[in-house]
């Protein structure tokens, strides 16, 4: 359900990592290092998100 308001693919047994920016669970990451303000790639358990990194 919260798919479907949000429009994203919410990993709920990872949500804290999500929400802070964190790989999760993850074993298998990427980032892309050449410009690290753009975001990168994770990929967990049979999904696949995008993170962006912003600057303050």
Known sequence: MI???T???IPL???????????GEATDYTLD???PS???ELH????????????L
Not at 13 to 23: E, K
Not at 44 to 55: D, F, I, P, T, W
């Open 38 to 40: 753009e975001p990168g």
């Open 3 to 5: 798919g479907k308001l």
């Open 44 to 55: 967990a358990e049979r999904q696949n998100l995008e993170s962006g990194v912003q600057r």
């Open 33 to 35: 290092e050449s410009v």
């Open 7 to 9: 429009g994203m693919p």
């Open 13 to 23: 047994n990872s949500l804290r990592q999500w929400i802070l920016g964190l790989p």
